[in-house]
């Protein structure tokens, strides 16, 4: 069974910088997609950023340049750099992942996604 655990959230001020952690249990695939998609409240969960093993990496037009995301195989733990945090960023953040390659799969399509945490708040204030 694959277990997905988040943490790093908390609430910022705008401009601020938080770093989000994903580790990853009974995830050890020669191929995978994973990354990050936020639900803020009344809206539809949207995609973030995804990685999988061969670097290949998918980003919303909102955070390039401004978040980065990166996978510790050693570890097992994915993470989002996130600065210049901005009010719009504000969500519960979400790891998901998929044993295949990213070029499978879109950030407009979260609900292929098979593995989910249960998501971490981020909170961005003006």
């Known amino acids: 069974q694959v277990r997905l655990v988040e943490s790093g959230g908390g609430s910022v001020q705008a401009g601020g910088s938080l770093r989000l952690s994903c580790a990853a249990s009974?995830?050890?695939?020669?191929?995978?997609?994973m990354g990050w998609f936020r639900q803020a409240p009344g809206k539809e969960r949207e995609g973030v950023m995804i990685?999988?093993?061969?670097?290949?990496?998918k980003n919303a037009a909102s955070v390039k340049g401004r978040f980065t995301i990166t996978m510790d195989n050693a570890k097992h733990t994915l993470y989002l750099q996130m600065n210049r945090l901005n009010p719009e960023d504000t969500a519960t953040y979400y790891c998901?992942?998929?044993?295949?390659?990213?070029?499978?799969?879109?950030?407009?399509?979260?609900?292929?996604?098979?593995?989910w945490g249960q998501g971490t708040l981020v909170t961005v204030s003006s």
């Open positions: 009974g995830y050890n695939p020669d191929r995978y997609c």
């Open positions: 990685i999988d093993n061969e670097g290949d990496i």
């Open positions: 998901a992942a998929t044993r295949s390659l990213c070029y499978n799969f879109h950030l407009e399509e979260p609900e292929d996604f098979p593995d």
